[in-house]
């Protein structure tokens, strides 16, 4: 029988390790990525992050961790936002005041416009999913132009209205408010369209 000293000398690794937090931790794996991490890197080149993070995080699930999925989701975004925008104005339209007809009038139409540009990259972006990656970056320059385009609209709505004195009121304030809403989530979708791009 082996004397008791060289007993406990043999079994101290194991007592090391089994006391250690060190050794302990560093065996448990970490988390896999869902996603949430991927966007908010993705969302730090946007000019509205917080928003950005806001609207795309609820698609972290599904992206996997695609830059051209992402950018789906992106646009869809501004799809709905660019929806309500237009949905509104165009029902507001006929109880502004006379004076605000003109600047509201227009905001329909460059609303409107900014709608099909979006629906139409949208679109394309789906299709993109399965191309070979050259042959799907050349078609996301249309991408780019279409929501670029629709970007310019919802400005102009904006300027327009900002610059009507006459407009002035609740509705005014509203339609600008939705307006830049809508802009702001297509400043970010057109942002992660060029990220996809340029990767």
């Known amino acids: 029988m082996e004397p008791p000293q060289r007993c406990l000398l043999a079994l101290s690794p194991v007592l090391i390790f089994l006391l250690s937090p060190i050794s302990a931790s560093a065996s448990v794996p970490s988390a896999p990525s869902n996603g949430v991490d991927f966007i908010r890197t993705s969302c730090s080149g946007t000019l509205y992050l917080n928003l950005c993070y806001a609207t795309l995080s609820p698609f972290a699930g599904s992206i996997n961790n695609s830059q051209a999925q992402l950018a789906e989701a992106a646009i869809s975004v501004s799809l709905k936002k660019s929806k309500t925008a237009a949905a509104y104005v165009t029902r507001q339209k006929d109880a502004v005041d006379s004076k605000a007809a003109v600047p509201v009038e227009d905001c329909v139409s460059t609303l409107t416009d900014a709608v099909d540009q979006t629906r139409d990259s949208l679109k394309l972006m ?63 979708a057109l942002a992660l369209i060029n990220k996809y791009v340029n990767a």
Do not use: H, Y
């Open 126 to 188: 789906k299709e993109i999913a399965g191309m070979p990656n050259e042959s799907a970056k050349f078609k996301a320059s249309n991408v780019q132009t279409w929501m670029s385009a629709a970007l310019t609209n919802q400005g102009t709505c904006i300027d327009g209205l900002e610059e009507a004195a006459a407009a002035d009121g609740p509705v005014k304030a509203e339609v600008i408010r939705r307006a830049g809403v809508a802009k702001k989530v297509t400043s970010n």
